[in-house]
Every structure is written in C-alpha cells, then in structure tokens.
C-alpha cells in the first residue's frame, strides 16, 4: 500500500478498536453461556430459543430488506422449508441410525433455504420493488397452499413431528431438556450473526448496499443488480433455513403455520421496528417482538391488534425502528447534551401514556361487547379489573384519549424544540450528527 | 489512429417520434469529443444508446470495432466505457468513499467475492484513495454522498465515473448548474483524469466545449449537421444557422 492511501484512506483500526470489536463478540458469547445460569427456569429457557431464532430469521430478513432494498412478503418460505427439510432429516437419521449428531440438522435446513432461494430467487430477483413484493407473495400463497396439498412431505394440517431424542448422541447429550436446546441454539445464533456480519463486510455486501441506494448506477460501475440480488436472495434463504430448523428442533414439530403469511408478516414486523437501517437493527426488534408477542397474549386477547398498532406507530413516527431512535441520541450522549432533552420526554411521557391508556380502555372495553358479550363485565385488562359495562368507562376512556391527545401533541412539540437545542449545542462542541 | 467508439446509422424511434436519426459518428482513440446542439436534439438519448441504457431501433455501435448495441450497461462498462449522468446519480446513503469503492471494485477483479474482507483489499484502498484525492474530496470522505454539495456531488459523479479505469469516458453535461468558478475547476478536473483517454462530452456552456474539445459534432433534431475541429464549426454556416447563433461568432 502507498504512503500517500495511508494519508487519504479510512484508518485501519487500531489495536483499541480491535480489542473493542472481538470484545463485543467475546462478550456476547459469554453473555449466552451466563445467561440459563441467571434465568433457569423452563420458560425462560424457552423464550430465549425462540429469540435467538427470531434474531437469525430477522437477521437473514434484512438481508434483503436493509442490506439490499427488497421489500418481501414471503421470507417464511425458506423457513418453513428449512424446518420441514431439518424435521425429515431427523426421522430420516433417527430410522436409519446415520452418525448425524443434531447440531449440524440445522445445515440441512439451511441448505433448504439455500436451495430453494437458489430456484425461486432467480424471476423474482430480476426485478426489486413492487415486483419483487408481488412475486414474493405469490410464492408464498403458492407454498402455503401446498403444505395442505402434499400430505406425504407436509403432512397435512397436522404437520410433521421428529423426536430430537432419537439421532445420534453428541458426549452423551441427548438434547431432551431445554437446556441443551438453548445452547444448542445459542451457538447457532451467534455463528450464523458472525456469517451475516462477516457478509456486509465484503465486496458483495457493500454492492448490496449499492444495489439499495441506486440500483441503475450500479449497472454503469460494471455489476448487475440482478445477480447482486441473487446473491442477497440465496444467502437470506440460506440463514431462514438454519432458522427454521432450529425452530423445528425446539417444537419437535414443522407445519405449514411454518412458511405461512402470519410468519412472513411477523418477520418483517420484528425486522422493521428493530430499524433496517442498522446491523444490529433486527436484533432488537426480534428480542423486542418475541418478549411482547409472549407477554402479550397473556395480558389481553386481542395482542395481535396492539401489535398492529406498535407497528403503524413505529413506521409513521420512528421510521429508523428503535435502533434508529436510540442512535439518534448518540451524537447527544458524545457532546454531553442529552440531559437537556430527558426533561421534556419525561413531560411528554405522562399524556402519551394517558393518551394510551385511554385508547386500550377503549379497545378492551370494545372487544368485551364485541367478541364475548355473554361474559361477566367484570373484566380485566392488562392485570387491571374494571366493569366493561359501566357507562363511565367510556367517559373515562374518551377524557384520557382526547386529553392525553391534545397534551401529547404540545408536549412532543417542547421535545423538538429541546432536541433541536441539544442537537445544536452538541454540534457546537464539535460532534458530527 | 484507431477508432474509440463507433456509430453506424443509428436511429431511435419512441413509438412514432424518431429522437434520434441515421446518426453516424466516430471518435478517435485518445480523442476529445464534444457533443452540442439544441435542447431537445437527442444528446442524452445519444450517450443512452451508446451506453447501453437503450438499445438503437436500427444500426449498431462499435467500442473498438467490436458491436457493443444490444449489450446491457454492465457489459459494456465492463469492456472499458463508462459515462456519467445530467441529473447527479450516486449512491445517496453511503459515504464519499464507498461510493468511489464501489466503481472501483469490479475494475480490480473483486466482482460478487463474499469470501473477502473488503477493508482488506490494499489495491482497492490504492485506486479509492487515488480518485478520491484526485477529485478533491479528501475532507469529505465520510460524509454520506446525498448531504454534499451540488458541485462535489458533480466532481463524485465525475470520480464514479472514471474510478474503474475505463478508457472511453462519457460524460453528460458535467459542469450543469455550475458558477464560472466551480466549472473552471471541474474542467481542469475532466482535463486532468481523462488524460490519454478517449471523452466524448455534452456540454452547453460553449467556453468550456471549446477550450476542451479537439473536435466538436453538432447535433440537431437527432441528425447530426457538422463534425470537425472547433475551428470548423465555428466557421460552418450550418451550424451558425441551426444552433450557435450571432454572440459565438
């Protein structure tokens, strides 16, 4: 390398940064190993498989959402056939007696993915934008449907089960419990968030990139996009695959549910309020989305509306997701500034949550007439017990609602104005927005 | 000398509205080619022909004697031509530096790699850091592309441009909506990175077509009426007619 690319040229990272950046991951896989020790119980257990699942499905989403522009519909696909294929390699092993311990079974999930991204990706990719979405959709109307047409691959409405007991034993794991599960998922999380970091980092991941912002330029600096987004298309299918068959692992279990609309829509959801715009983004969100999808659908009956709503929220005011709401505070919290707009936000958070409160009074007290009118109107909503049929909720709920409405709208106004100040300051200091 | 690139008899026809029509042209290797003529005569839809975003309706064009018409824009750019855009065309969201990265990264053979760290690549940081001094926008490196100025989008257009080392460059209107200032720098910039390289350029501010060009075509409603030295088109009286008016001459 010249002198003079030393000069112009990004700096390498220094020892520090370097030290940093494997810390991060060093410390993350201490965190997972720590992790059952803090939480031990069966459920806990549980929840934190499916996180690590949701991060790698998430993940592999945004490939193709943040990394490279492609907005689909239908990523559950690749996962549901990565379970269905890992489920079938299980029984497969299990009858044959094949020396296949089941932590490489989520390869052949992931060679589903791979497989069948490599065969559908190849019309779709053609085209990014609506087109893509379309086709997307399609496909995926077009496997669901045969999940319930091909019984002896999907097996119907019922599915297909695997005991996981059964294939080779691994140092005399006998991946029963859900402790040896977790860890089992817990590597696979943190290999397959490797791989797709390591991903955004080479050649192809920086034209993926390129491909999002500006696909017609990139056909003038000699690429074609097309085959740019093959790529993306084949390494999402790929990591959805290891995703599905380690959730296929976890249930024991793979049925259309698995490659349905529902997963789809649940993917994109848990990419998009985590924030395209950042690695880490669906990380977030698919810790964030499968705590409130399990907490929840304890607390009401109608959880999936409210998610419905979190999700018209997020894309009408935080369209950067929650990652992309924190990292706004980043140039704040490096110029000393944040403490001026903390204030504000905790004036604003009182009529925002009484603006909230009345609006799940209202719903709750909706769908008690609605969904169960013969059930007593005693009811009780988010651990909280009131009378559905007392006329005065509704006054209750209308005074919060319209209140909280107006106050939030003058009170989120202060925050601006004293964001507009800290950020000003900030850059004053001389930090770089 | 050898030809660069090569027009024979091309036409565009829209539907029923012909652009361009039964264009003939060619540019010497190593030359400096201008392309003027009216709004509305077809110069953008010219360099959209030639490289590769349109295909011609009749005819062909030749990129060293070889048919390039038919090929899409990669093939083409990857067969050493390359162009730039009227309306600037970058990648808006990534820095100065990635930008001239990625032009420069299928020119030293890295291509879809996804095995390589792309930080790890010294002659990739090499030709980056070359274009990216050569185009002055050293302190603007980490500055994501859309929140620059108007003129240092136009030198990055320019540094996309060139950075994959193609030796027939075209550029569509580089110095547009330019102070006098700004264009007598971007001219010494095109000047200076075309150097033994073929240009063929649209431009409307005559100053700069004349003080650049070593031969000039004019064209108007698609057909092209003159070619030669400046000196010649200064003095055709076809083209004082159709396009260059009284305050040129």
Not at chain 2, 82 to 106: D, H, I, P, Y
Not at chain 2, 128 to 144: E, F, G, H, M
Request: charged share 15%.
């Amino acid at each position: 390398m010249s002198d003079a690319t030393a000069t112009i040229a990004p700096p390498r990272p220094a020892a520090s940064d370097r030290l940093k950046f494997y810390g991060i991951w060093i410390g993350a896989a201490l965190a997972l190993l720590v992790l059952p020790k803090l939480f031990s119980s069966g459920g806990s257990l549980t929840t934190f498989s499916l996180i690590g699942i949701s991060i790698i499905f998430s993940l592999s989403y945004n490939i193709l959402l943040g990394q490279t522009g492609m907005l689909s519909f239908g990523h559950a696909v690749y996962y549901g056939l990565g379970g269905f294929l890992a489920i079938h390699a299980i029984n497969i092993v299990a009858r044959n007696k094949f020396a296949i311990p089941l932590p490489v079974i989520p390869l052949v999930g992931g060679a589903a993915g791979l497989i069948f991204a490599m065969l559908l990706g190849w019309v779709s990719t053609r085209r990014s934008g609506t087109a893509f979405a379309m086709i997307s959709l399609g496909v995926a109307e077009l496997m669901a449907s045969s999940a319930l047409i091909l019984r002896t691959f999907f097996g119907g409405e019922a599915g297909v089960s695997a005991n996981r007991t059964k294939v080779l034993r691994l140092f005399d794991w006998s991946f029963g419990p859900q402790i040896q599960i977790y860890y089992l998922v817990a590597a696979w999380t943190l290999i397959a968030v490797i791989a797709m970091y390591a991903l955004t980092r080479t050649p192809l991941g920086r034209m993926c990139n390129a491909v999002r912002d500006n696909p017609e330029r990139v056909q003038f600096v000699g690429y074609d996009p097309h085959i740019i987004r093959y790529f993306a298309f084949c390494f999402s299918g790929l990591f959805a695959g290891i995703a599905g068959a380690l959730a296929a692992i976890n249930f024991e279990i793979a049925n259309s549910a698995y490659l349905g609309a529902v997963q789809s829509g649940t993917v994109l959801f848990a990419t998009y309020i985590g924030g395209v715009g950042f690695f880490i983004g669906p990380i977030v969100g698919a810790i964030f989305v499968t705590l409130l999808s399990l907490g929840l659908s304890d607390l009401t009956q109608v959880w999936q509306l409210y998610f419905g709503l979190i999700f018209i929220a997020v894309v009408m005011f935080a369209p950067g997701g929650i990652t992309g709401l924190l990292m706004m505070h980043r140039p704040l919290l490096k110029g000393g500034t944040l403490s001026r707009v903390l204030p504000s936000y905790l004036v604003a958070f009182l009529p925002t949550l009484a603006m909230i409160t009345g609006l799940m009074l209202m719903i709750e007290t909706t769908v008690h007439f609605t969904v169960n009118p013969n059930e007593d109107s005693h009811i009780k909503a988010f651990g909280i017990p009131f009378d559905a049929a007392n006329p005065a909720i509704w006054a209750v709920a209308a005074v919060l609602l319209i209140g909280g409405f107006l106050l939030a709208r003058k009170t989120w106004a202060r925050v601006a104005a004293s964001w507009d100040d800290a950020l000003t300051a900030a850059r004053e200091k001389g930090v770089a927005a | 000398m050898s030809t660069a690139i090569e027009l024979r008899g091309v036409e565009k026809t829209f539907g029923i509205t012909s652009v361009i029509r039964n264009v003939n042209l060619t540019v010497a290797q190593g030359e400096r080619h201008a392309l003027i003529g009216p709004n509305g005569a077809g110069k953008s839809t010219l360099f959209n022909l030639i490289s590769g975003y349109m295909k011609p309706s009749v005819g062909s064009i030749l990129l060293r004697d070889q048919v390039i018409s038919g090929l899409p824009p990669f093939q083409i750019n990857r067969r050493g031509l390359s162009r730039s855009f009227q309306v600037t065309n970058v990648f808006a969201k990534m820095s100065v530096w990635e930008n001239l990265r990625c032009a420069v990264l299928w020119a030293t053979g890295h291509r879809y790699a996804f095995w390589k760290n792309v930080d790890n690549l010294p002659e990739v940081r090499d030709r980056t850091a070359q274009i990216l001094q050569d185009i002055n926008l050293v302190s603007r490196r980490d500055v994501p592309a859309g929140l620059l100025t108007y003129a240092e989008q136009r030198a990055l257009e320019i540094g996309i441009t060139v950075a994959g080392g193609a030796d027939v460059i075209l550029l569509d209107e580089p110095t547009a909506g330019m102070s006098h200032a700004e264009t007598e720098r971007a001219v010494a910039l095109i000047r200076r990175l075309t150097e033994g390289r073929t240009l063929l350029i649209v431009e409307h501010d005559m100053s700069v077509v004349f003080g650049l060009a070593d031969r000039i075509s004019v064209l108007v409603y698609g057909q092209i009426i003159a070619s030669g030295t400046p000196e010649e088109i200064r003095g055709n009286p076809k083209v004082k007619e159709a396009y260059l008016g009284e305050e040129v001459v």
